[in-house]
């Protein structure tokens, strides 16, 4: 469960769809939880602890096969609902249903990516009929990040002036974060790259 500005989160941006293809895992962080993102092999987003249950692993060093997620160290393998259910070491043994990754609700809509956290509470946020731009990490906590825009205890801004932006934070840590960025249709991408640049190192250095 992540909280800021007192309240729960319910759904936590993590990444854009399109900069985790099929067959691959990455980390993410969000206040301090690592997790596992993965999309596999037909293409479904799924995030868990980075976290091996049998000795700790980091997941995110795994590897992806088809719909299962094998981890690097011992090659156990876990199927989609997190249930480890081939043990290399071991070919004939039915692993226990105990053993399981633990895994969060993970969606994506109009591209980009949300995991809630805690229990589901109200849909995914929508950030409307805007293009994914790209992530930045910004070492800036998310909190004082929505402040400057004036949203006060929102981790999605909207920015309407000179260029039409949606900005998903994910708190990292409590002085860091990142911001997945989406802008208006039409938008030259390249420009709203660069502004958005402009845009976390007048943050950084406020
Ligand atoms: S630590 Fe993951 S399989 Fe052993």
């Known amino acids: 469960m992540t909280r800021l500005w007192g309240i729960v989160l ?19 962080r969000v206040d301090g939880l690592d997790l596992a993102i993965w999309r596999s092999g037909l293409g479904r987003f799924h995030a ?3 976290r091996c249950p049998h000795r ?22 876990y199927n ?5 259910d081939y043990i290399p070491a071991h070919p004939d043994l039915t692993p226990p249903k105990t053993i399981c990754a633990n895994t969060y609700v993970c969606e ?4 980009a990516l949300w995991v809630a956290l805690g229990t589901v509470n109200g849909d995914v946020p929508d950030i409307g009929d805007r ?8 070492s800036c906590g998310a909190p004082a990040i929505a402040r400057y825009f004036d949203h006060p205890q929102d981790p999605l801004i909207v920015l309407r002036g000179k260029y ?8 990292s840590t409590s002085r860091s974060c990142f911001a997945h960025v989406f802008a ?3 938008q030259d991408k390249k420009i709203v790259s660069r502004y958005v640049e402009k845009l976390r190192d007048e943050l950084e250095a406020a």
């Open 164 to 171: 039409d932006l949606a900005i998903a934070l994910q708190p």
């Open 108 to 111: 994506t809509r109009n591209q």
């Open 56 to 77: 700790g692993m980091r997941l995110s060093h795994g590897f992806v096969r088809g719909e299962v997620l094998a981890c690097v160290y011992h090659g156990w393998q």
């Open 184 to 186: 208006g249709a039409g």
């Open 131 to 138: 293009i994914p731009i790209r992530s930045l990490d910004i």
């Open 48 to 50: 868990w602890d980075d």
């Open 10 to 28: 319910n759904w936590i941006a993590v990444g854009l769809a399109e900069d985790i293809p099929v067959g691959t895992v990455v980390p993410r």
């Open 80 to 84: 989609l609902d997190g249930a480890c």
